[in-house]
């Protein structure tokens, strides 16, 4: 499966923005689908991860705030980020592996098969 992340930007603290991951192919539906972020000089960390049968899973410090989703029509992954942070400033990336796996699963990078390219998210103070 092919991925293609979007929807990055410069926002004010408190603001919103979705990105958007894009995916090629059928079998959208059997993916486990991610998001991780990088800031510069820190190591890529889980954000969310959707498996596709109702679970979801939530880095704590996005608790409240991000929501993940799916829209099978359009097999494409969605973020939605509310009351964003200076803190999460970093490039964000979509991933995904097939099938469903456990939380350990979901929130490990070494799990996903499959990387899009990044996106900025940029909060200013």
């Known amino acids: 499966v092919q991925l293609q992340a979007s929807g990055g930007g410069l926002v004010q603290a408190g603001g919103s923005l979705r990105l958007s991951c894009a995916t090629s192919?059928?079998?959208?539906?059997?993916?486990?689908l991610g998001w991780f972020r990088q800031a510069p000089g820190k190591e890529r960390e889980f954000v969310a991860a959707?498996?596709?049968?109702?679970?979801?899973d939530y880095t704590d410090s996005v608790k409240g705030r991000f929501t993940i989703s799916r829209e099978y029509a359009e097999s494409t992954m969605y973020l939605q980020m509310n009351s964003l942070k200076p803190e999460d400033t970093a490039v964000y990336y979509c991933?995904?592996?097939?099938?469903?796996?456990?939380?350990?699963?979901?929130?490990?990078?070494?799990?996903?098969?499959?990387w899009g390219q990044g996106t900025q998210v940029t909060v200013s103070s």
């Open positions: 959707d498996s596709g049968n109702g679970r979801t």
């Open positions: 192919g059928r079998t959208f539906s059997l993916y486990t």
């Open positions: 991933a995904a592996y097939l099938g469903l796996g456990s939380r350990s699963d979901r929130i490990s990078m070494r799990t996903y098969d499959f």
